[in-house]
Nanobody
Framework: AQLVESGGGLVQAGGSLRLSCAAS????????IGWFRQAPGKEREGVSC????????YYADSVKGRFTMSRDNAKNVLYLQMNSLKPEDTAVYYC????????????????WGQGTQVTVSS
């Protein structure tokens, strides 16, 4: 399984970006896919996840109402639409499989992409 992210870049606060994750070797139309991010000096954190535990879509509180995850099953691509970006959204964003949200915690037990850098200037 291979995941390749794209769409990152530099944007001003309040702007938007759409990240893409192209999957090969497996189909994205199943549970347990999502996005994580890692900011400089911080641990990786879950951003959004179609949880493998219940099939529901979860968003981190910090991005609710601003980020939307979607997928195009025909193209086998996962997206993360990010609006109203803030400087604290600056991070490397990773597409993951084996994503689970359970008891308030995001976990990933599958594959990770190489990541795409998102930088939000103030």
């Amino acid at each position: 399984a291979q995941l390749v992210e794209s769409g990152g870049g530099l944007v001003q606060a309040g702007g938007s970006l759409r990240l893409s994750c192209a999957a090969s070797g497996f189909a994205l139309d199943y549970y347990g896919i999502g996005w994580f991010r890692q900011a400089p000096g911080k641990e990786r954190e879950g951003v959004s996840c179609i949880s493998s535990s219940d099939g529901r879509t979860y968003y981190a509180d910090s991005v609710k109402g601003r980020f939307t995850m979607s997928r195009d099953n025909a193209k086998n691509v996962l997206y993360l639409q990010m609006n109203s970006l803030k400087p604290e959204d600056t991070a490397v964003y990773y597409c993951v499989t084996g994503c689970t949200f359970y008891s308030g915690t995001y976990s990933s037990f599958g594959s990770w992409g190489q990541g795409t850098q998102v930088t939000v200037s103030s």
